[in-house]
């Protein structure tokens, strides 16, 4: 009887080491891809990061020979650089600041109140979140022109906003439904009115919500080239996504060094107002105890 108990031990022993073999085999597999995967979104970082500093600067990643600011100083112009970023400061600051407050107003009655209509409505934007931008400039751009909006700064961060809209609302309404209602129903309670109760109750309790928000609305009207290139006209009112273009000259010609230190300045903007809503961001709800006792 002990027999094949031993070799049943045996067969055990034996596909112990296999297995863990075929898992250390996936491990490496599946690292070696993460490596590549992070390689080839690296590369891009580095090549910007060396062209920058290169004064010979060329499509190749390549240790320069010599480390100079020169093609920041070259960048650092009214013309090129101040202007097109105070720009766009302009539009994608008005226009974020302009779709959280609409976008916080829409979705406050889809989260507290039930309706026949919040399930056609919430459809109906995430239609809209699916229409491509160039489907619609066409009679956007009409429309512009009759009522007196093309090339003005107003109606670009108009237009910006409404693009964003959307899936702004839809996010705005999933991080409010995380919020208790009863402690609006408190604050009714003690006289407050449905929209002293979204400011002082509501807002505060989901502030990683609007800084998702934030920032993703940011980031798409920041790196929005087409909207701008449309409906705006004077170059004194390009943003920067717009006058990046200057650095492609005719025939093909290419500042390498001048078009890595602009995107490394472009850029910042967006790294620092990450930075500065992280802790927001990463704070959560926590909210499981506060309508307990």
């Known amino acids: 009887m002990a027999v094949p108990a031993v070799r049943t031990t045996a067969r055990t022993t034996a596909r112990t080491p296999l297995r ?20 080839a979104f690296a590369l891009p970082l580095v090549w910007v ?5 290169d004064p010979h600067a060329g499509l190749r990643v390549q240790l320069p020979d010599s480390l100079t600011l020169d093609n920041f100083d070259a960048v650092l112009e009214p013309d090129i650089t101040f202007t097109p970023l105070l720009n766009s400061l302009i539009l994608c600051g008005g226009g974020t600041l ?31 979140t699916s229409l491509p931008i160039t489907a619609i400039m066409v009679p956007v751009y009409a429309l512009f022109v009759q009522v007196n909006l093309i090339d003005t700064m107003q109606g670009t961060i108009f237009f910006f906003a409404a693009s964003q809209l959307p899936f702004a609302i839809w996010l705005m309404k999933n991080f409010m439904d995380g919020v208790p209602k009863e402690l609006e129903e408190a604050a ?5 009115s449905s929209l002293q109760s979204l400011v002082r109750i509501v807002l505060p309790l989901m502030g990683p919500g609007v800084a998702v928000v934030t920032v993703f609305s940011f980031v798409m009207m920041w790196g929005n080239f087409f909207v701008p290139f449309m409906l705006l006209l004077t170059p ?16 093909g010609t290419v ?32 909210l499981g105890g506060a309508v307990k006792g």
């Open 20 to 39: 863990s073999r075929r898992r250390s085999t996936r491990r490496l597999a599946a690292d070696a891809g993460l490596l590549v995967l992070a390689a």
């Open 236 to 251: 004194d009112q390009m943003p920067a996504s717009v006058s990046i273009n200057d650095f492609f000259g005719n025939r």
């Open 188 to 192: 009714w309670t003690d006289g407050a």
């Open 49 to 53: 990061v060396l062209s920058a500093l």
């Open 98 to 128: 302009l779709t959280v407050v609409c976008s916080t107003l829409a979705a406050y009655p889809l989260s507290r109140f039930r309706s026949r209509l919040n399930r056609p409505f919430l459809l109906t934007i995430l239609f809209a």
């Open 255 to 286: 500042v390498y060094g001048q078009l890595a230190a602009f995107s490394i300045i472009y850029s910042t903007p967006v790294i620092l107002l990450y930075v500065l809503v992280a802790r927001r961001v990463g704070g959560g709800f926590a």
